[in-house]
């Protein structure tokens, strides 16, 4: 029998509002059946909308995550949804994903030296209403890093810099970038996803 049949409790498998192949990857290896299916949302647009009603970086996360589950949970009606965010904020600045290369070396070059927070959202969504929704952060100290490192750096990463916003995927070749880590793994890989299986457990949706 496998993990997802042993655990998970559900008739059909969890909706994940992204196809994020972290977020897949981590949900599978946890025993989870996922269903990816994108939402169609103005991120930027209710980034500022959130930002303006005085949202801070891992609120943003928050409503994020939140109407990316909202939005797909109105497409699959009955179904459990998913919807989960990051958002990567130094003092008052907050970095997207980096648009190219040249992009990418500008925020490495920002971030050199500096502590960073990555704030990871979670929000489960059926049929139009929130069921649960959470945010973890993580600390994260980049060393300092030389134009050369950050050349070789984008050079061996290659065009995988460009899918993870800080420019970096601590799971990969961005462990070299790093000097001090403070948080949950999960959190950094954007998943707070201890208290996401506490939640479905709680909820009757896995095995307790």
Do not use: N
């Amino acid at each position: 029998m496998s993990a997802s049949a042993s655990l998970w409790r559900d008739a059909a498998p969890l909706v994940l509002a992204s196809r994020s192949a972290a977020r897949i990857a981590m949900l599978e290896a946890a025993g989870l059946p996922v269903e990816p299916c994108p939402a169609d949302i103005d991120e930027r647009g209710l980034e500022r909308d959130a930002r303006a009603a005085g949202a801070d970086a891992s609120g943003v996360a928050v409503a994020l995550a939140r109407a990316k589950a909202l939005d797909v949970a109105a497409r699959r009606p009955g179904r459990l949804v998913l919807g989960a965010d990051q958002t990567l904020a130094m003092d008052a600045v907050v970095l997207h994903k980096p648009e190219s290369r040249a992009d990418a070396a500008r925020q490495l070059a920002a971030l050199s030296g500096r502590a960073h927070a990555l704030h990871a959202a979670a929000a489960v969504v059926r049929d139009g209403t929130v069921l649960f929704e959470t945010v973890e952060t993580a600390r994260m100290t980049m060393r300092t890093l030389t134009p050369a490192m950050i050349s070789l750096y984008l050079e061996a990463a290659g065009d995988a810099v460009l899918g993870s916003v800080g420019a970096y995927q601590l799971e990969r070749l961005g462990v070299h970038l790093f000097e001090r880590i403070e948080g949950d793994h999960f959190t950094i890989l954007g998943l707070p996803l201890l208290k996401l299986l506490a939640f479905l457990r709680g909820a009757g949706s896995l095995a307790a």
